[in-house]
């Protein structure tokens, strides 16, 4: 019963707290750093969109906020919510060295295989031990997973963008590129490459929504996460999420 009724509550206190930041007093302003990184992240001209940001969107709608994007390479935006020139972060994997450095508030988004992409037979990857010896792409500042990220032995070859990395995989700069399932076949179909994807793959963690220990927007931590449990009751987080697995390449 305790449960239903801090549900019930929630359902009652968001559209409060968003109606309160509307009419009584400014809504608060946040900037939200982003990289361009579909189909999470799509940053057009004046558009901004993906399923991060959809999600986002709603919570923001929700909470009365005012957002503005603000564009870098992975790297940098986790560089910069720490140092607080930007207030919020989409998506980054919560590791013990980055919450030294910024609060994770809401696990907001959905876990994905970590894949490992490939154009020759030979870098095909059938168990962990075949990454030795190869020349592996990673994005630069990314968290894939533990074994992974603290392997010294591994050959890493970093670049600002997924594009990057499988253009230099194209190019025999490097042997296999490990991406997030929807984002590394996005990239290898907007390329139209024909990358393969290998037997070994590694589950996923949710990625959080992620604040700046700077910024404003910290105080308003349990409000973000009311937010999201809202949004996740009514079905709109699932209708997300279903609408770009949907869409995804196969």
């Not at 603000?70 to 980054?92: C, K, N, Y």
């Not at 894939?144 to 600002?160: G, I, Q, V, W």
């Not at 042997?175 to 590694?202: C, H, K, M, N, W």
């Amino acid at each position: 019963m305790r449960r239903i009724a801090t549900f019930l509550l929630l359902i009652m206190a968001v559209p409060a707290m968003a109606q309160q930041g509307t009419e009584t007093i400014e809504p608060l302003s946040v900037t939200v750093g982003v990289n361009h990184a579909p189909p999470y992240r799509i940053i057009d001209v004046g558009k901004k969109s993906g399923l991060y940001v959809e999600i986002f969107e709603e919570i923001s709608d929700l909470l009365g906020w005012e957002v503005h994007y603000r564009e870098a390479p992975f790297r940098r935006v986790l560089r910069m919510t720490a140092e607080g020139q930007v207030d919020i972060m989409l998506g980054p994997v919560r590791t013990e060295e980055r919450s030294n450095r910024l609060a994770f508030v809401a696990p907001a988004f959905p876990p994905e295989r970590r894949l490992f992409f490939y154009l020759n037979d030979k870098n095909r990857i059938e168990r962990y031990s075949d990454l030795y010896g190869k020349r592996i792409g990673v994005l630069e500042g990314a968290s894939y997973f533990n074994r992974f990220d603290n392997d010294e032995n591994l050959m890493k070859e970093p670049a600002p963008r997924y594009e990057n990395l499988m253009l230099m995989m194209a190019r025999e700069r490097v042997d296999v590129v490990i991406a997030p399932e929807l984002l590394g076949l996005y990239t290898v179909r907007q390329l139209d490459l024909a990358a393969r994807v290998s037997p070994f793959f590694v589950p996923g963690e949710r990625s959080w929504i992620a604040v700046s220990r700077e910024s404003p927007a910290l105080a308003y931590a349990d409000d973000i996460r009311a937010a999201l449990k809202l949004i996740e009751m009514n079905g709109t987080h699932e209708a997300l999420v279903l609408k770009y697995l949907e869409n995804a390449p196969q």
